[in-house]
């Protein structure tokens, strides 16, 4: 394309994986919307793709007070925040992160106004301000690896060099990094390095997905949930 990101492919030419987590979760930039899905092209973002878990009615956090509208919000209030996530493939893991804090949570329009400002000084940071505590796998299947991030400090169930398989519990769903809220960040790249990876397209299989504006649900059996649709993975789940 002329302004340089990859043009969207379609859900065969993509790398296949199963969703990250069980329950129903919200999808939030997807690449089903836009590409490149965050924006912009850097640290291997291009497809990536970000998941919110909900409650029963959809909500992210089951309370709302005067911190929701006027201030910021303890993580632990969110339906996420601790929740295992799994391994969306076999492969072995080449990079882990661990160390960063979990931050406050910003569903307030005055929190997000100086979290903003402070965007760029994250960049310069480097990957650990940016993805936060993450781990990065390399794909069994794939010349590719795949990276999960904003994980919540102290829950890496892996190390370097461990072999994982599809559904293993990997690390607990936190907001440490560029997060605002508690969620996981999922992308696949050509390259482990976060600072040089391009991004390259993914797909998921085997989900139920309620589209946004809609009451009834569609059973997916590979493709990639719509912007603000809310998905659960049929693996292990009732069909």
């Known amino acids: 394309m002329a302004d340089g990101t990859c043009p969207p492919l379609t859900a065969g030419e993509a790398i296949v994986l199963r969703l990250p987590f069980e329950g129903r979760w919200l999808a939030q930039n997807s690449p089903a919307r836009r590409v490149p899905s965050h924006g912009v092209d850097v640290f291997g973002e291009t497809y990536a ?113 461990d072999r994982v398989t599809e559904g293993q519990h990997l690390a607990g769903c936190g907001n440490s990094g560029n997060s605002t809220e508690p969620h996981v960040h999922l992308q696949v790249m050509d390259s482990a390095d976060l600072s040089v990876a391009r991004g390259l397209p993914i797909a998921f299989r085997d989900f139920r997905e309620w589209p946004r504006g809609r009451g009834e649900p569609v059973l997916r ?3 990639l949930p719509g912007e603000r649709a809310v998905v659960e993975p049929l693996i292990g789940a009732n069909p």
């Open 49 to 161: 793709i970000d998941f919110v878990a909900v409650d029963e009615r959809g909500r992210t956090a089951s309370r709302r007070d005067w911190r929701t509208w006027l201030a910021t919000e303890p993580p632990d209030r969110f339906v996420g925040f601790g929740t295992p996530l799994l391994a969306p493939a076999d492969g072995v893991v080449v990079a882990v992160h661990d160390g960063e804090t979990d931050h406050v949570a910003r569903r307030s329009q005055l929190a997000l106004v100086p979290y903003a400002l402070t965007q760029r000084a994250r960049l310069r940071a480097g990957v650990g301000a940016v993805a936060g505590n993450h781990v990065i796998i390399e794909l069994r299947e794939h010349r590719a690896y795949l990276a999960m991030v904003h994980l919540r400090a102290g829950s890496l169930r892996v190390a370097v060099g």
């Open 221 to 223: 059996a590979t493709g």
